[in-house]
C-alpha cells in the first residue's frame, strides 16, 4: 500500500480542501406533470418513469 512520505503541509492540505465543495442538484422537467424531478429518478409528484407509474415513487406527505 502507498504511504505518504512527508507531512503534507496545513497549506496543502486546507487548498484541497477549499475545493471540495457540494453540488447544485440537477433538475429536470416531468413530461408527465411538468413538475421539477431529479433525472433518473421516477418523478416525485406523479412517480412516472420511462412511461411507466411507480406508487411508491409518488410523495404522499408535503402535499394539500
Ligand atoms: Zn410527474
Keep these: 500500500m502507498a ?11 486546507r487548498s484541497r480542501r477549499a475545493n471540495w465543495k457540494a ?3 440537477t433538475t429536470t422537467t416531468c413530461p408527465q406533470c411538468k413538475a421539477l424531478m431529479q ?3 421516477a418523478c ?6 420511462k412511461g411507466r407509474h411507480y406508487g411508491v415513487a ?6 394539500g
Design 23 to 25: 453540488t447544485v442538484v
Design 39 to 41: 433525472p433518473h429518478i
Design 58 to 63: 409518488e410523495r404522499t406527505e408535503h402535499q
Design 44 to 49: 416525485p409528484s406523479c412517480g412516472t418513469y
Design 3 to 13: 504511504v505518504p512520505k512527508r507531512k503534507m503541509s496545513r497549506s496543502n492540505t
